[in-house]
């Protein structure tokens, strides 16, 4: 009779819990990747590590690109043959007519889809929408948060310069957004529309069933929007980690250098650089090493420096995080730089794009980077100097180091911050969450006091103008009545 009583119980305990709308049901997530196949790799590894069945979505001739130790990822491929901007586009397309893949999302039927948003979102939003899973945008770097957070009215521009210096900025943001939204989301709309049935979804109203915005940067780089909602979330170091012993081989070479290791996360355009500043710098037992990640290197018969180790399959934080690495040399993207300031270690930064510039001057700001600005990128021979001097210089550690804890020590670190949001969307995915929805259009204070504050300038502008004008005409209609009076007649 207990043995009975104790099945009911049981059994009554099971429906009670799977009846809860607390419950967190089992996730599943594609990530769809056309560009920037290694970040995005990165984080749907992050997903898999925290129990989420993650699909990554990548075109068939970015294999290489992947995370090196992906894990528990399952990876799709489409073919594609395109160049760098048409490849959003192709791929695009190429997915929407794969029936292979079709017939894969039907099995999976993925609560989530994540993408970035530039030349994504106008092709993937309607097909999100016909499979019936929940969009979830990630901003990969300064330009889409100005585009996504324009589009979807979620956060406010942070701005502390100058009148001008404010207008041009507005100006060039609502350029950026412009170009984007009218070139490349009315494109890949056109494109959707061709394959996909009516979804009802146009530039207007792209982005009403996108809830939740994926931040991909920290705070540590920048922070140029006030959120609007809760529903962004911050997860630039989602996937930042303590370093793991490297392999015994590398290990056993870099050991060998007393004066430690000088780490070079660059593109192979820089093998010259990196050739010749292992040359310069010390050699010997009482030298320095450079170890490089080169994920396309292949090798060659070409003479290295002995204190030169290439990799190409090697997971860069075990190389950032190393306990004997002095210095990185980076191009200091987003994901790059984060790792860099988590594990504290200080860096010279080689930036190629405007986002790169700005993030190392962020970085020259808090005292742990030098800029590729400040060196004489010709002069191998500066180059070595700065090494040194960031090597022999405390402060520059002690800062990367303050950095480091900035990031550590918070309440929650990223991963958990991601994870939470993506269960509580999963829980509340049926219910109104219109109490999460940013208010549209924001307004402060400060623009109520511009506006009157430019009212009053304008009304006593337009008095001035008018006592001038009617003084005007009452000056020339006098003269023409003198005139006419015969007084200036000869």
């Not at 069933?209 to 920048?222: F, K, P, Q, T």
């Not at 290990?251 to 070079?264: N, Q, S």
């Not at 002995?306 to 934080?317: G, M, P, V």
Request: with cysteine.
């Amino acid at each position: 009779m207990s043995v009975i009583i104790i099945l009911y119980l049981c059994m009554h305990l099971v429906n009670l819990i799977h009846g809860s709308t607390l419950v967190a049901p089992p996730l599943s997530v594609v990530v769809v990747a056309f560009e920037d196949i290694y970040d995005l790799s990165l984080l749907a590894n992050s997903l898999s590590d925290q129990g989420i069945d993650a699909t990554l979505i990548i075109p068939a001739s970015s294999k290489g690109e992947l995370y090196e130790t992906l894990i528990d990822v399952e990876v799709l491929t489409v073919n594609v043959e395109a160049e760098e901007f048409a490849i959003t586009t192709q791929a695009c397309e190429a997915l929407l007519k794969d029936e292979e893949i079709a017939r894969k999302i039907q099995e999976i039927q993925p609560i989530f889809v994540i993408f970035p948003a530039f030349r994504h979102d106008g092709c993937l939003l309607p097909w999100v929408k016909t499979i019936g899973s929940i969009p979830v945008i990630w901003t990969r770097n300064h330009e889409e948060e100005i585009y996504v957070f324009e589009y979807s009215g979620a956060a406010f521009p942070v701005q502390s310069a100058g009148f001008w210096t404010r207008l041009r900025m507005t100006i060039a943001r609502r350029s950026i957004f412009s170009t984007a939204r009218d070139e490349y989301a009315a494109h890949a709309l056109r494109i959707a529309g061709k394959y996909l049935p009516d979804t009802g979804l146009n530039l207007d109203n792209l982005y009403a069933d996108v809830r939740l915005i994926l931040w991909g940067a920290d705070a540590i780089l920048r922070l140029d929007y006030a959120p609007l909602t809760q529903l962004i979330v911050e997860i630039g170091c989602h996937h930042c980690r303590g370093a793991h012993p490297l392999q015994s081989d590398l290990h056993k070479g870099l050991i060998e250098y007393r004066l430690g290791t000088i780490v070079a996360l660059l593109d192979e355009n820089y093998e010259t650089l990196i050739k010749e500043l292992a040359q310069k710098l010390p050699q010997g037992r009482q030298g320095q090493a450079v170890v490089w990640k080169n994920v396309k290197w292949q090798n060659s018969n070409d003479a290295l420096p002995e204190n030169l180790f290439i990799r190409s399959k090697i997971d860069r934080q075990d190389l950032i995080g190393y306990g004997r690495t002095r210095v990185v040399l980076s191009h200091c993207a987003d994901t790059e730089l984060l790792e860099i300031a988590f594990h504290g270690t200080p860096v010279i930064c080689f930036p190629r794009n405007s986002n790169e510039f700005k993030n190392a001057a962020r970085a020259v700001q808090l005292g742990f980077a030098h800029s590729a600005e400040e060196i004489n990128i010709s002069s191998n021979e500066e180059v070595a100097n700065i090494v040194t001097q960031i090597h022999e210089t405390m402060d520059y550690r002690e800062n990367a180091r303050k950095v480091s804890l900035a990031i550590r020590d918070r309440i929650n670190p990223a991963v958990d911050r991601l994870i939470y949001w993506l269960r509580y969307m999963a829980r509340a995915k049926d219910e109104n969450l219109n109490f999460l929805a940013p208010i549209r259009p924001a307004k402060t204070l400060n623009e109520d006091l511009q506006f009157f504050l430019g009212l009053f300038v304008g009304a006593i502008v337009g008095i001035f103008l008018a006592v001038g004008c009617m003084l005007a005409r009452y000056l020339i209609v006098s003269k023409r009545t003198q005139r006419s009076k015969g007084r200036y007649t000869r």
